[in-house]
């Protein structure tokens, strides 16, 4: 949706290595989340925030970490990429609990 | 745990034909209700948000309804076009905000 993006679009990187996400906002939204999206599983939450500086996990949010040190940004970091981690990724925002808008996605090779 | 199920899995239909999508869930305790379509190697485009206190909802050719106690939800799109074709998902929101739950997916091919 208008208003969410996301960078890097594609990446590809080394195992072992951090790699930072950034999901950009600007609906003024309080709520932000990062999905990953595989094949055979839908998708899954693995962080999300209601405000700044205040998140919490998702179901797979392990290796994952996030910050958010202003409302219109939501960072996720994967602390030593593994090739579990390949995925595309999708940050969502909402103005409330019950509804969400997505982004673009960034699809993320790891080798 | 909130389940929700999308049938059909993947629909062909020829160019004009009007259908139904259907999402079933488990748990009636659920607010908000949202419709999306994803075309292959994007990302997901919201069509229709039904709040709890709704029952439907219309956007042109597209109207989605709610029936919280049969756990039902239908998407129901209006002669069909070409530009239909997409992977189309229902959600469900219960509980607190990491709680969004989506539906299997139905992936729609509309045919000239």
């Known amino acids: 949706d208008a208003g969410i993006t996301q960078s890097p679009r594609h990446k590809v990187t080394e195992t072992g290595t951090p790699v930072t996400l950034r999901c950009h906002q600007t609906e003024n939204h309080r709520y932000m989340y990062w999905y990953r999206q595989d094949p055979g599983h839908g998708l899954r939450l693995i962080h999300y925030s209601y405000g700044v500086k205040d998140t919490d996990k998702g179901e797979v949010s392990d290796g994952y970490s996030v910050s958010r040190s202003k409302t219109e940004d939501f960072l996720l970091t994967l602390e030593s990429a593994t090739s579990s981690q390949t995925s595309v990724y999708f940050c969502?925002?909402?103005?409330?609990?019950?509804?969400?808008?997505f982004g673009p996605g960034t699809r993320l090779t790891v080798t | 745990k909130q389940e929700v199920t999308q049938i059909p899995a993947a629909l062909s239909v020829p160019e004009g034909e009007n259908l139904v999508l259907n999402c079933s869930f488990t748990d009636s305790a659920i607010y908000n209700l949202q419709w999306f379509r994803q075309d292959p190697g994007k990302g997901l485009t919201s069509l229709l948000l039904i709040q709890s206190s709704q029952r439907e909802q219309t956007s042109g050719r597209l109207n989605a309804s709610l029936d919280k106690s049969s756990g039902r939800s239908t998407l129901y799109i209006a002669a069909s076009q070409p530009g239909d074709s997409a992977t189309y998902l229902c959600a469900g929101y219960t509980g607190t905000a990491s709680k969004l739950t989506f539906g299997t997916g139905t992936r729609l091919q509309v045919t000239l």
């Open positions: 969502a925002t909402g103005p409330g609990l019950y509804e969400q808008y």
